[in-house]
């Protein structure tokens, strides 16, 4: 196996900087990380009783996908009570327990908020449909039917079909971007807006560092229910009515920053506070920049320039970086190259033949961008995409789209902690299959092993502590020429080259002067082989 070579020429950096700028954040899937009951489902005491493999990463913090009360029809993005912990997942008391042991561990805790929508065996909800003048009447969006009977607009949900349900309660429609089951709250209410407010601090008083704010940009909808319109023709397959359209009035509504300016101005009450927003769609640049300028919106965003990438290259790279300059007034990204709803990168990024040796450099990648880098449960491990059969998913969009859309399931897999029939996952049926392929990469096989993509993930996160410009700096050049990308970041009097060869030819390179950090794939400073990767540092 190709080995790093040691970290050299450690700087400090004494800027005073929040404890997230430059942050890695990994990112647990609670259904599939740790089940400690044995009942198929990971749980919150599992996720504790793992903690101190994550700490021993080096990451700066946890986020934990949906883990509160919920009927689970999209397993847990469905939220029937917003300050409860659902019983598959454990208790109050469990999640007071992760809390205090990840903080006892050094780790910060982020946990998902999920605004658009709730399920509808909400409270909330099921007060709003039983009338038309109940006191949360206008908590979610109701309208009239069409003279026709028809719904109120052409609007379309992510899941497929219409994105109105007809209530014979109210005798109106009520409006859903994704399932039937998850109407869409009113949040141009301002007492919705507080409602989830009091959420928010409900979690801030039980010791959480911050948020990961699901589809922001689908908070609020245009209040005349104007029809989307058509989207222009693509050479891409369209699989969902939802393709068809330009998304035009059902999110993205210019009104979601002044609701995020109320987020920032609770979350400033606390110290240290993180906020983090998903942000996708076609005008996700944009959206992103809105919701988080200047000093009075969130911390940070991410959005999808990576997760459906079909191919990572060097021009995807830069065009995201140019996405977020550093200047005044623009927010700090955040990257993801894996989440729960993206496939695994490594089975969409490269051939089987050379997964061990692209493995080092996405990670090297991940933590050589500006801003902060999101790890995915089991991405230290290398796991890849699991073929699901049909009978054994779970995944609604996939059923409902099946087979054109990839389930999201393959990505969802138990995380393998040893070479266990049940890899250690602590059920004998686990809600999903490990997959054959992944089983032989788990934890206690790469766990000390030299040359192990885990003890590499160890050291290249280490090896961005150690650099302010690795950690901080801009990127005050960003290069490509073919499969060859080149980043140049500066910071505390530190200048470094990052190159690497995203292809599978030999580039050379006649001026890579510079002291190495680290090289990966057998780089060096007067060649790159096939997927390989050098950081130098040269003078500022």
């Given at each position: 196996?190709?080995?790093?070579?040691?970290?050299?020429?450690?700087?400090?950096?004494?800027?005073?900087?929040?404890?997230?700028?430059?942050?890695?954040?990994?990112?647990?899937?609670?259904?599939?990380?740790?089940?400690?009951?044995?009942?198929?489902?990971?749980?919150?005491?599992?996720?504790?009783?793992?903690?101190?493999?994550?700490?021993?990463?080096?990451?700066?913090?946890?986020?934990?996908?949906?883990?509160?009360?919920?009927?689970?029809?999209?397993?847990?993005?469905?939220?029937?009570?917003?300050?409860?912990?659902?019983?598959?997942?454990?208790?109050?008391?469990?999640?007071?327990?992760?809390?205090?042991?990840?903080?006892?561990?050094?780790?910060?805790?982020?946990?998902?908020?999920?605004?658009?929508?709730?399920?509808?065996?909400?409270?909330?909800?099921?007060?709003?449909?039983?009338?038309?003048?109940?006191?949360?009447?206008?908590?979610?969006?109701?309208?009239?039917?069409?003279?026709?009977?028809?719904?109120?607009?052409?609007?379309?949900?992510?899941?497929?079909?219409?994105?109105?349900?007809?209530?014979?309660?109210?005798?109106?429609?009520?409006?859903?971007?994704?399932?039937?089951?998850?109407?869409?709250?009113?949040?141009?209410?301002?007492?919705?807006?507080?409602?989830?407010?009091?959420?928010?601090?409900?979690?801030?008083?039980?010791?959480?560092?911050?948020?990961?704010?699901?589809?922001?940009?689908?908070?609020?909808?245009?209040?005349?229910?104007?029809?989307?319109?058509?989207?222009?023709?693509?050479?891409?397959?369209?699989?969902?009515?939802?393709?068809?359209?330009?998304?035009?009035?059902?999110?993205?509504?210019?009104?979601?920053?002044?609701?995020?300016?109320?987020?920032?101005?609770?979350?400033?009450?606390?110290?240290?506070?993180?906020?983090?927003?998903?942000?996708?769609g076609d005008d996700a640049e944009r959206e992103m920049k809105a919701f988080t300028e200047g000093e009075s919106h969130l911390n940070?965003?991410?959005?999808?320039?990576?997760?459906?990438?079909?191919?990572?290259?060097?021009?995807?790279?830069?065009?995201?970086?140019?996405?977020?300059?550093?200047?005044?007034?623009?927010?700090?990204?955040?990257?993801?190259?894996?989440?729960?709803?993206?496939?695994?990168?490594?089975?969409?990024?490269?051939?089987?033949?050379?997964?061990?040796?692209?493995?080092?450099?996405?990670?090297?990648?991940?933590?050589?961008?500006?801003?902060?880098?999101?790890?995915?449960?089991?991405?230290?491990?290398?796991?890849?995409?699991?073929?699901?059969?049909?009978?054994?998913?779970?995944?609604?969009?996939?059923?409902?789209?099946?087979?054109?859309?990839?389930?999201?399931?393959?990505?969802?897999?138990?995380?393998?902690?040893?070479?266990?029939?049940?890899?250690?996952?602590?059920?004998?049926?686990?809600?999903?299959?490990?997959?054959?392929?992944?089983?032989?990469?788990?934890?206690?096989?790469?766990?000390?092993?030299?040359?192990?993509?885990?003890?590499?993930?160890?050291?290249?996160?280490?090896?961005?502590?150690?650099?302010?410009?690795?950690?901080?700096?801009?990127?005050?050049?960003?290069?490509?020429?073919?499969?060859?990308?080149?980043?140049?970041?500066?910071?505390?009097?530190?200048?470094?080259?990052?190159?690497?060869?995203?292809?599978?030819?030999?580039?050379?390179?006649?001026?890579?002067?510079?002291?190495?950090?680290?090289?990966?794939?057998?780089?060096?400073?007067?060649?790159?082989?096939?997927?390989?990767?050098?950081?130098?540092?040269?003078?500022?």
């Amino acid at each position: 196996m190709n080995r790093a070579s040691p970290i050299v020429n450690v700087h400090t950096d004494a800027t005073d900087l929040p404890w997230w700028k430059g942050a890695v954040i990994y990112q647990i899937y609670p259904r599939s990380f740790r089940d400690s009951n044995g009942d198929g489902i990971g749980d919150l005491p599992g996720i504790t009783e793992k903690l101190p493999h994550i700490a021993g990463l080096g990451v700066d913090a946890i986020w934990i996908s949906p883990f509160f009360k919920s009927p689970m029809k999209d397993f847990g993005y469905d939220v029937s009570d917003y300050c409860d912990v659902d019983p598959i997942f454990g208790s109050l008391t469990d999640f007071d327990a992760l809390v205090a042991r990840a903080h006892e561990l050094g780790l910060k805790v982020l946990i998902d908020q999920v605004y658009s929508h709730t399920s509808d065996e909400h409270d909330w909800f099921a007060e709003s449909r039983s009338s038309r003048d109940n006191a949360k009447a206008d908590w979610y969006v109701w309208a009239d039917a069409k003279p026709d009977g028809s719904p109120p607009s052409n609007w379309q949900s992510v899941f497929g079909g219409p994105a109105w349900t007809w209530d014979a309660r109210r005798g109106q429609y009520y409006l859903h971007n994704f399932l039937n089951s998850q109407p869409q709250m009113n949040l141009h209410n301002p007492q919705v807006q507080q409602a989830v407010l009091d959420v928010m601090r409900f979690w801030l008083e039980r010791g959480v560092d911050g948020f990961r704010i699901d589809a922001l940009n689908f908070a609020m909808h245009d209040p005349q229910l104007r029809d989307n319109p058509p989207a222009p023709a693509t050479d891409r397959q369209r699989t969902r009515p939802f393709d068809f359209q330009l998304k035009t009035y059902n999110q993205s509504h210019p009104d979601i920053p002044a609701f995020i300016e109320r987020i920032r101005a609770l979350t400033d009450e606390y110290d240290g506070v993180f906020t983090v927003a998903e942000v996708g769609g076609d005008d996700a640049e944009r959206e992103m920049k809105a919701f988080t300028e200047g000093e009075s919106h969130l911390n940070s965003a991410y959005g999808f320039n990576f997760l459906y990438a079909e191919k990572l290259t060097p021009t995807l790279v830069c065009s995201a970086l140019a996405e977020w300059p550093d200047e005044d007034g623009i927010g700090w990204p955040s990257w993801a190259f894996e989440n729960h709803d993206a496939p695994r990168a490594l089975s969409r990024w490269c051939a089987p033949q050379d997964r061990d040796g692209f493995a080092r450099l996405k990670v090297l990648l991940l933590i050589s961008l500006r801003g902060n880098a999101i790890l995915y449960y089991g991405e230290e491990l290398g796991l890849t995409q699991v073929d699901i059969p049909f009978d054994q998913l779970h995944d609604p969009e996939a059923i409902a789209n099946w087979p054109l859309t990839l389930s999201r399931d393959g990505a969802r897999t138990p995380m393998p902690w040893d070479g266990s029939a049940d890899a250690g996952f602590g059920s004998s049926q686990p809600w999903l299959p490990v997959g054959d392929e992944n089983l032989g990469k788990a934890v206690s096989a790469q766990d000390g092993a030299a040359g192990s993509l885990l003890e590499f993930t160890r050291q290249a996160i280490a090896l961005r502590k150690a650099n302010p410009a690795l950690h901080h700096g801009p990127v005050v050049a960003c290069k490509h020429d073919g499969d060859l990308l080149e980043l140049v970041r500066e910071a505390g009097g530190q200048r470094l080259r990052c190159r690497f060869n995203l292809g599978a030819g030999t580039i050379a390179c006649e001026d890579c002067d510079g002291q190495p950090l680290i090289a990966i794939g057998g780089a060096s400073a007067t060649a790159l082989p096939p997927y390989s990767a050098i950081i130098l540092e040269t003078a500022a």
